[in-house]
């Protein structure tokens, strides 16, 4: 099925440990997302990329770096975990057409422990 | 800078009861507004959007309606059931041509319906 696919699904880490997100989309599209989901907070963004080549960041990008390898994939890098890191990730692509009215589509999340 | 502010839960219905789920939003220019939802241990999936002004939109017995003099997109459904507990997440697009379409998240609201 087309869509956005993240590894892991789950992680546990500590503190100082790096570990890399994986998210990949076979769906064509340009624009490349990574939210974060924090109890009570909603969805904030760490980092996107508008397309292949360019990343900026978001609201909540310390701590986090990015790679768009290539048109399909955004990796989402913690070099020193730390436990206020602790979260649920979600990838997201967003189509580039007016008629999917530039629609996004997410991956199921990695939920990330740092004790 | 953009932002939204939904009714804040949990929300406890019995089966058949009628749903409404506020949601206000802060923009610049002309945004489009979505609610997305999640379901237990799943990613978020679009439930329904509207792209300017008197716009509804519908999905799955929920209905919302951009009012943009009330800057208001608040979520409706007559007749909920069990099934439809989840988290409920209003949202903006920025569509103005720098902001490159990011979404801006409200916190969320958890809606638990009771048989």
């Known amino acids: 099925n087309a869509g956005v696919t993240q590894t892991p699904k789950f992680q546990v880490l500590k503190t100082g440990q790096s570990m890399t997100l994986q998210c990949a989309q076979d769906?064509?599209?340009?624009?490349m997302y990574w939210y974060r989901q924090d109890p009570g907070m909603g969805l904030r963004l760490i980092y996107y990329?508008?397309?292949?080549?360019?990343?900026d960041k978001g609201e909540v990008p310390n701590g986090y770096n990015v790679s768009r390898l290539n048109k399909r994939e955004f990796s989402l890098r913690l070099e020193s975990a730390a436990p206020s890191q602790t979260s649920v990730y979600f990838c997201?692509?967003?189509?580039?057409?007016?008629?999917?009215?530039?629609?996004?589509?997410f991956g199921s999340g990695t939920r990330l422990t740092v004790v | 800078g953009n932002s939204v502010t939904q009714m804040e839960g949990p929300v406890t219905l019995s089966e058949e009861a009628f749903l409404t789920i506020n949601c206000t939003y802060t923009?610049?220019?002309?945004?489009?507004l979505f609610w997305y939802v999640q379901y237990p241990g799943e990613g978020l999936q679009l439930l329904l959007k509207?792209?300017?002004?008197?716009d509804k939109g519908s999905n799955k017995g929920f209905e919302a309606t951009y009012r943009k003099e009330t800057t208001s997109f608040h979520l409706e459904k007559g007749s909920v059931q069990v099934s439809d507990s989840a988290v409920y997440f209003c949202a903006l697009s920025d569509n103005s041509g720098g902001s490159n379409y990011k979404l801006t998240f409200g916190k969320g609201t958890l809606l638990t319906v009771n048989p």
């Open positions: 923009a610049t220019g002309y945004p489009s």
């Open positions: 769906m064509n599209h340009n624009s």
């Open positions: 990329s508008a397309s292949e080549g360019t990343t």
């Open positions: 509207a792209t300017k002004a008197d």
């Open positions: 997201a692509s967003r189509s580039g057409t007016v008629l999917s009215n530039y629609g996004y589509t």
